[in-house]
């Protein structure tokens, strides 16, 4: 549906998105996550046509962003960092607004609203002035700004900033929901968030791609392996390191912490998408060893996401 080919934006000498590309398809939640500064806001502008390129191509349904600007838009809905709210008028009028300058006509537009208010929880307050709401009605006033002309794809740039966390899981939730019909794409820095509502985690830091699967698939071994902790007792060092190394799939042995009369602990880094536990077991049992801990450490999207944005903040 979507497919972006060596995208780059350029401000000045500076590259904010450097030569990217990736594919989305019909209905799928795609989480765009990095830290502050890493391109996500450029890259999801460039896609609603808000910003030109500095070089690649965006084609959403055969169509390019540049040579088809006005029909992609006819397709999107787009919920900005900043909503840009009417804050005097009241939530009804400020969507009709929206609805007749989308091109709704005017016998159409209470039913929509109607429809609209009840999706994204806003009929108690449709007749309350926008500047009167919370943030988090605010962003489910954007939410319905962004669905007026039931686009196919949604792009909200991170549409929980700044809420508590009842708000949090209330416009979680409503993704979730949209995304039963919709195409969506989101921007955020919440790793919770991404993990509990995505079909699929794109990472970008620095301009560049740094990892993108599905959300299950990124956290059981995409990029680095799992890590295997044993303590040891009756063992030594050196003979524990040979043995252990000498198994396929083991990539590297280490000591982990200072070594007592009682045991000598181990880190065990295992091979991407390899559960070596069973042959590190069977490994121990063959020798006189005491085997007093063996345990492998969870792999969280907070790990992955702190390794693969250090690992890159190394390279550069």
């Known amino acids: 549906m979507i497919h972006v080919e060596e995208l780059t934006k350029y401000y000045n000498d500076f590259c904010a998105v450097d030569h990217i590309r990736f594919d989305v398809n019909r209905g799928e939640i795609l989480g765009l996550l990095g830290p502050n ?75 929509r609203l109607k429809y609209l208010a009840e999706l994204c929880g806003l009929s108690q307050v449709m007749h309350k002035a926008v500047g009167e709401l919370s943030k988090g009605l605010n962003q489910r006033v954007g939410l319905a700004h962004a669905m007026m002309n039931d686009p196919e794809i949604l792009i909200l740039d991170e549409p929980t900033q700044g809420l508590d966390p009842n708000q949090i899981a209330e416009i979680r939730s409503l993704i979730k929901k949209i995304g039963e019909e919709k195409t969506i794409i989101f921007s955020t820095h919440i790793l919770s968030e991404a993990e509990a509502t995505c079909d699929r985690i794109m990472i970008i830091d620095q301009g560049k791609i740094v990892a993108d699967d599905a959300t299950e698939a990124l956290k059981h071994g995409t990029g680095r392996g799992a890590l295997l902790h044993v303590s040891l007792k009756n063992a030594d060092p050196e003979h524990v390191r040979a043995t252990i190394e000498s198994i396929d799939g083991v990539e590297s042995v280490r000591q982990s912490g200072a070594e007592t009369d009682e045991a000598i602990g181990f880190n065990i880094r295992c091979s991407p998408r390899q559960d070596l536990r069973e042959s590190v077991y069977k490994a121990i049992k063959q020798t006189d060893w005491t085997l007093l801990d063996f345990h492998q450490e969870a792999q969280t999207l907070e790990s992955i996401f702190s390794s693969l944005t250090r690992q890159v903040n190394k390279e550069n």
Do not use: C, H, W
Request: aromatic share 10%.
């Open 37 to 111: 500064g890493a391109g996500k806001t450029t890259t999801l502008k460039m896609l609603t046509g808000f910003f030109p390129p500095s070089d690649g191509e965006i084609r959403i349904n055969d169509l390019t962003v540049t040579e088809n600007p006005l029909e992609i838009k006819q397709m999107l809905g787009y919920l900005p960092e900043s909503s840009p709210f009417y804050r005097d008028m009241l939530v009804y009028d400020y969507l009709s607004y929206v609805a007749a300058v989308r091109g709704i006509s005017s016998d159409k537009i209470p039913g």
